[in-house]
């Protein structure tokens, strides 16, 4: 599940989850998490209750340090993520390997960053190569969540880790790509998994400021929407003898509203 926005996106997040967990009986679950606290940042209530419906891990991106409060929870959790590619000494840790249940064996999990249009911070494609190496000695099931702007990079990152990662997903955007697909390597691949959060909206914030942002090219004070609330997430299985992708499913729930007609 990608980009919870707000407690609107934890909302529905908290209603729905279960429900999913069951109908594609899902072994493992994990969430973008940066911006579920007022749209930006995490909070230990938060964390409580997505980890209350099935939640496992939480990655991050540029705004998971936002709130100061959960900045003690980020250093000492292993299950919140924070891009593994910011620089040496960046409190909290960026990849973690985590029992699957029913003796399935562990998952890996990690959270990069990326660079166009974002912080100059280490490569992410570097990063990649030994982490995923590390991984590897552990577990043939690694996911990667690449929080990045461009899709180009998001694309580039993919097609370098096909066959070493099990999937990888792109967050940041907000908006969900209709690209998802298996690469010839076998992994999963979707550029942007979305925005579970309120759509009458400027990628989760109140309309009018953000508009007045791009009009006037001056600061205005963000406020997290909450009206028209969707669902953004993916279902992927894995072979359990390779690890690599064999089905993905993009969910984007309710779906708009497409015709005004008859």
Same mark, same amino acid.
């Given at each position: 599940?990608?980009? +919870?926005?707000?407690?609107?996106?934890?909302?529905?997040?908290?209603?729905?989850?279960?429900?999913? +967990?069951?109908?594609?009986?899902?072994?493992? $679950?994990?969430?973008?998490?940066?911006?579920?606290?007022?749209?930006?940042?995490? /909070?230990? @209530?938060?964390? %409580?209750?997505?980890?209350?419906?099935?939640?496992?891990?939480?990655?991050?991106?540029?705004?998971?340090?936002?709130?100061?409060?959960?900045?003690?929870? &980020?250093?000492?959790?292993? =299950? +919140?993520?924070?891009?593994?590619?910011?620089?040496?000494?960046?409190?909290?840790?960026?990849?973690?390997?985590?029992?699957?249940?029913?003796? &399935?064996?562990?998952?890996?999990?990690?959270?990069?960053?990326?660079?166009?249009?974002?912080?100059?911070?280490?490569?992410?494609?570097?990063? =990649?190569?030994?982490?995923?190496?590390?991984? /590897?000695? @552990?577990?043939?099931?690694?996911?990667?969540?690449?929080?990045?702007?461009?899709?180009?990079? %998001? +694309?580039?990152? =993919?097609?370098?880790?096909?066959?070493?990662?099990?999937? $990888?997903?792109?967050?940041? /955007?907000? $908006?969900?790509?209709?690209?998802?697909?298996? &690469?010839?390597?076998?992994?999963?691949?979707?550029?942007?998994?979305?925005?579970?959060?309120?759509?009458?909206? $400027?990628?989760?914030?109140? =309309?009018?400021?953000?508009?007045?942002?791009?009009?006037?090219?001056?600061?205005?004070?963000?406020?997290?929407?909450?009206?028209?609330?969707? &669902?953004?997430?993916?279902?992927?299985?894995?072979?359990?003898?390779?690890?690599?992708?064999?089905?993905?499913?993009?969910?984007?729930?309710? @779906?708009? @509203?497409? /015709?005004?007609?008859?």
């Amino acid at each position: 599940m990608a980009d +919870i926005v707000g407690q609107p996106g934890v909302d529905i997040v908290t209603k729905m989850l279960k429900g999913y +967990i069951q109908k594609y009986q899902i072994h493992f $679950v994990i969430c973008n998490g940066e911006n579920a606290y007022r749209g930006k940042g995490m /909070s230990n @209530e938060i964390l %409580k209750q997505l980890r209350g419906v099935g939640v496992d891990v939480i990655t991050g991106g540029n705004h998971i340090w936002d709130n100061y409060k959960f900045h003690d929870t &980020l250093k000492k959790d292993p =299950a +919140i993520l924070r891009p593994m590619n910011y620089p040496k000494g960046t409190y909290g840790t960026g990849y973690g390997i985590f029992d699957l249940p029913n003796g &399935l064996g562990k998952i890996g999990v990690l959270n990069l960053q990326g660079r166009t249009f974002m912080y100059a911070i280490d490569c992410p494609f570097r990063t =990649a190569d030994w982490v995923i190496e590390k991984m /590897s000695q @552990e577990t043939k099931y690694i996911i990667v969540d690449i929080h990045a702007e461009a899709t180009a990079e %998001k +694309i580039a990152l =993919a097609m370098h880790l096909d066959g070493r990662a099990s999937a $990888v997903m792109g967050s940041h /955007s907000h $908006v969900q790509t209709s690209d998802e697909r298996i &690469l010839k390597n076998g992994t999963g691949y979707c550029t942007d998994v979305g925005m579970t959060g309120p759509y009458d909206s $400027v990628i989760g914030m109140v =309309a009018k400021p953000a508009i007045e942002r791009f009009v006037y090219q001056t600061p205005r004070k963000y406020e997290c929407a909450t009206d028209d609330v969707h &669902l953004c997430a993916m279902v992927i299985k894995l072979d359990a003898e390779t690890g690599k992708t064999v089905f993905l499913e993009r969910i984007f729930f309710p @779906e708009f @509203e497409k /015709s005004t007609m008859g």
